[in-house]
């Protein structure tokens, strides 16, 4: 990944590749929590495809709403034109691609806050019931946010909950961050099927690593241990209760049926409609293959 130094993030591309709608804009890429490197990121795709980031579930939309109810809809619009009119002159005569790239992210703010998909982030719209089920976290708020876009059928939300690198503390840690996800993870799969969304949707669940069955040097720690760990899929075509690949008892070796990054990448890819083969070109006209050496499971 290193070597592009404008490469597409995986929600990116399933976003552009999924799209529903070109003449407006609202965001097929939502991301959810803590956000670090990549995620997100449209890289040669182009800022249309960048995720919209929530890092605060409580408020989602703060500063995206007019607060001043003395600027309606139509005095809104006499603005935008009035700007239209005195940057006219300008970009006519100094165009540039930072310039182009203002006035795309300006049409976007607009389209967006004037969508009628834009109250699928107010999740206390919900019934009580529900809301009930996932506001003991804000892990929990950021799954029913998920699955408020998921009626609208966004094509991709990630979710993120630090904290799983447990180098140390890891009993009273891993005990804390299970408690967040269980039972608002219950509550959303439950949700999703009796809604009748679990068969287009699919579920990823996964960490950055495996951790080690040893506990650490420093007594109360689980270190990295890329050689074997386990992810989970579910709902779309994938079939439930069903376990590919087995590891020695300790979770240590790899005994038999193993399942590389490459294949699970191709496995996504090929279960939401997208050839894992295809190739892409960058700003720079290098080719991007999205899956090199993998195959699909299941």
């Not at 982030?121 to 506001?135: A, H």
């Not at 386990?230 to 020695?248: R, T």
Request: charged residues 25%; aromatic residues 12%; hydrophobic residues 35%.
């Amino acid at each position: 990944m290193g070597g592009f130094k404008d490469a597409s993030s995986f929600g990116t591309i399933i976003a552009k590749a999924l799209e529903q709608d070109k003449d407006y804009y609202f965001p097929n890429h939502i991301t959810i929590g803590k956000k670090e490197g990549m995620i997100g990121e449209a890289g040669f795709l182009g800022n249309r495809y960048k995720s919209f980031h929530i890092s605060n579930v409580k408020e989602p939309l703060s500063n995206v709403k007019n607060k001043y109810h003395w600027l309606d809809s139509s005095r809104f619009l006499r603005r935008e034109m009035f700007l239209d009119f005195l940057d006219e002159n300008f970009h006519n005569n100094f165009y540039s691609n930072h310039i182009k790239v203002g006035k795309e992210y300006f049409r976007m703010a607009v389209d967006f806050m004037n969508s009628e998909k834009i109250s699928v982030f107010n999740w206390k719209e919900e019934k009580e019931s529900s809301i009930k089920n996932y506001t003991t976290s804000d892990f929990g708020i950021a799954l029913l946010i998920a699955k408020r876009c998921i009626r609208e059928q966004i094509p991709f939300i990630q979710v993120s909950l630090s904290g799983w690198d447990t180098h140390n503390n890891n009993k009273e840690r891993i005990q804390k961050l299970a408690n967040e996800v269980d039972l608002p993870l219950y509550h959303f799969v439950n949700e999703l099927k009796s809604e009748g969304l679990w068969q287009q949707t699919l579920i990823y669940l996964n960490s950055e690593f495996g951790r080690k069955p040893e506990i650490a040097p420093n007594g109360d720690g689980r270190d990295h241990h890329p050689k074997v760990w386990s992810c989970l899929l579910g709902g779309g075509k994938i079939p439930e209760n069903h376990v590919v690949g087995e590891s020695d008892k300790e979770g240590k070796y790899l005994l038999k049926e193993p399942v590389s990054i490459n294949d699970l990448l191709a496995t996504i890819y090929s279960h939401v409609g997208i050839d894992p083969y295809i190739k892409l070109y960058t700003s720079d006209k290098r080719p991007y293959i999205l899956v090199q050496n993998g195959e699909p499971i299941l």
